[in-house]
């Protein structure tokens, strides 16, 4: 999935519809503002001097009917119903010669300042009402912000989209995050080893490309501890080669590159099978008493992992020491074992 492809569609026949309802009324608001601003055509005023005309003229003739029907109603020659609907007429057609009056006076002497300010309003309204519709109207499709690969799909086909509700995890494979949770002994001595002007001090391994390694950088860490287990998580990133098929949720292994280990964790290597009760960064091992030969329980604090199967012991043990590496199942402490020191033959490497 490449950065802008579409990811989502939703059905948009409303939000079109509502895009072309506020066109509509911003166009007629348009149209009244232009028209208060440049006045009535010389034919519109024409048409509302010769109604306004008319409407006197049938003032004119409802007051003279009215005041027959009052003279013949103070004489009970009509009806009180009929001299009422004279009276209702005049007032009718004296509204009407009014607001013919007030609209030929505001076409003729422009409109006033306040109306053409409301006019105004009405349309800058209209405009933002316009422009949420077109949001609103593009929101209903999804592009992809990045490159990546679509890992999961809440929703499928023709189903109803719940706003709020994620629809599909979209995963960024270019740049992996490797989360570490370093104990608080080792939080200083990853600072000072880190130096902002080098990207090779850190390796990562995966577990299954075990052959292969990836430059790693650390770029950022937390400086609070976690309430739960104590540790600061610090974040390595790097850039696995998209043939490798490297992908988020796999299980790594960072390795300080800096130099030789040793010199930012000082301690003993011990083969990991030798570790047992382990918990956290403690365990003991079954240490062998070199006169004696009895075997006895000694607690270690380990570090990280060394190189190969072993394991980078920090306290608890001295270079010598006698650990046993292999079948701690079937000895236990205070067993007297007997053991042969072999000198090794060859070149070491």
């Known amino acids: 999935m490449e950065k802008g492809d579409l990811l989502l569609e939703l059905d948009d026949r409303d939000f079109k519809h509502q895009v072309s309802i506020v066109q509509s009324k911003l166009a007629s608001a348009t149209a009244t503002l232009l028209k208060l601003r440049t006045g009535a055509r010389p034919e519109d005023v024409r048409i509302i001097q010769s109604s306004l005309a008319a409407a006197q003229a049938d003032l004119a003739l409802a007051q003279k ?3 027959r029907h009052e003279i013949l109603y103070q004489n ?3 009806s009180e119903q009929a001299y ?30 306040e109306d053409i300010m409301a006019a105004q309003a009405a349309v800058g309204e209209l405009e933002a009402r316009l422009a949420v519709a077109r949001d609103q109207l593009s929101d209903t499709r999804l592009y992809a912000p990045f490159g990546g690969v679509v890992t999961q799909r809440f929703i499928e086909a023709h189903e109803m989209a719940v706003q709020g509700q994620p629809v599909m995890t979209l995963d960024d494979i270019s740049v992996l995050e490797i989360p570490v949770d370093v104990p608080e002994n080792l939080v200083s001595i990853l600072l000072k080893a880190t130096s902002p002007e080098k990207s090779d001090q850190y390796s990562a ?11 790693a950088r650390l770029t950022e860490y937390s400086s609070r501890a976690d309430q739960a287990i104590g540790t600061y998580e610090f974040v390595f990133t790097l850039t696995p080669d998209p ?13 300080l590159m800096s130099g030789s280990q040793t010199d930012f964790f000082p301690g003993l290597d011990v083969p990991l099978q030798s570790l047992m009760g382990v918990a956290g960064n403690s365990a003991h091992v079954l240490r062998v008493d070199p006169e004696s030969g009895e075997i006895f329980r000694q607690p270690v604090i380990f570090e990280t992992l060394s190189r190969g199967n072993a394991v980078r012991v920090k306290t608890g043990l001295s270079v010598s020491d006698l650990v046993v590496a292999d079948g701690t199942a079937f000895v236990r402490q205070g067993q007297k074992v007997r053991y042969e020191l072999v000198e090794p033959k060859g070149d070491i490497k």
């Open 65 to 67: 009917e009215l005041e």
């Open 76 to 78: 009970q020659a009509v």
């Open 84 to 113: 009422d609907r004279a009276k209702t007429n005049v007032l009718s057609l004296g509204a009407r010669k009014d607001s013919l009056e007030e609209q030929l006076a505001r076409d003729t002497g422009g409109a006033r300042k």
């Open 205 to 215: 391994r995966f577990l299954t490309h075990e052959d292969g390694t990836y430059p």
């Open 243 to 255: 043939k490798d098929l490297v992908f988020p949720g796999m299980t790594a292994e960072i390795r």
